[in-house]
């Protein structure tokens, strides 16, 4: 079946470090990737999203690339705020399976100051 | 996008009882609302798909008379935990799908069965 695994967290991070959360799937058939955020106390939002292989989706300095040879949408930013902070979760949906996600077990990021 | 709400935030119950959890879609009249499950630090489970004025589709291995689902209006979907157990204790969260197809999600209820 369809799955997406992340690395696990808590990733903390200095502000304005780097940040890579990993991200790799597997599916039967050909997803759309996306990664949404959840602030605390709030719901999940999509942060950034791409439907096809080597597409880019970017947001709020957040990238992230679709990489088919190696099943991966990696989520980097440059340099991160203590704004980022939240829990990340990385998503697939598979074409033809309406809107069903298929979530990995989310990332939680903490930036210090 | 649309806004959506979800109601209670937090609900602490005793064994045996029901809770009944409210998501509402503020601004879009939603045709179809999808519930999830939560066990910490683990994903979202899609529980079932709820339809406006139809019955529920629910996923795999979900219990149909044991969460509740209906979907009276247009802005309002319900979930009911029935006769609830310490295993029911998780975060319940509910998405609308959007006009674009995009989907929007709700803050998420999280219950305690004591």
């Known amino acids: 079946g369809d799955s997406v695994t992340q690395m696990e967290g808590p990733v903390t991070l200095s502000e304005e470090a780097f940040l890579t959360i990993n991200c790799t799937y597997t599916?039967?058939?050909?997803?759309?990737l996306f990664w949404y955020v959840q602030y605390p106390g709030e719901g999940l939002q999509l942060l950034l999203k791409?439907?096809?292989?080597?597409d880019k989706g970017s947001n709020k300095g957040f990238e992230a690339t679709y990489r088919k040879e190696t099943t991966s949408f990696h989520l980097e930013k440059g340099s991160v705020q203590v704004s980022d902070s939240a829990v990340y979760f990385c998503a697939l949906r598979v074409t033809g399976g309406g809107n069903k996600l298929t979530f990995g077990t989310g990332t939680q990021l903490k930036v210090e100051l | 996008g649309a806004v959506v709400s979800q109601h209670p935030s937090r609900v602490i119950c005793k064994s045996g009882t029901s809770v009944k959890i409210e998501c509402r879609s503020l601004?879009?009249?939603?045709?179809?609302m999808f519930w999830y499950r939560q066990f910490p630090k683990q994903s979202l489970m899609l529980m079932a798909t709820?339809?406006?004025?139809?019955?529920?589709?629910?996923e795999q291995g979900v219990e149909k008379d044991k969460f509740l689902i209906n979907h009276a209006s247009l802005t309002l979907s319900t979930l009911t935990v029935t006769s609830a157990h310490p295993e029911d204790s998780s975060f319940y969260i509910c998405?609308?799908?959007?006009?674009?197809?995009?989907?929007?999600f709700g803050e998420g209820s999280r219950l305690t069965v004591l």
């Open positions: 599916a039967t058939g050909y997803p759309s």
């Open positions: 791409a439907t096809k292989a080597d």
């Open positions: 601004d879009f009249q939603a045709t179809t």
């Open positions: 709820s339809n406006e004025g139809s019955k529920a589709t629910y």
């Open positions: 998405s609308v799908r959007g006009g674009t197809g995009e989907l929007f």
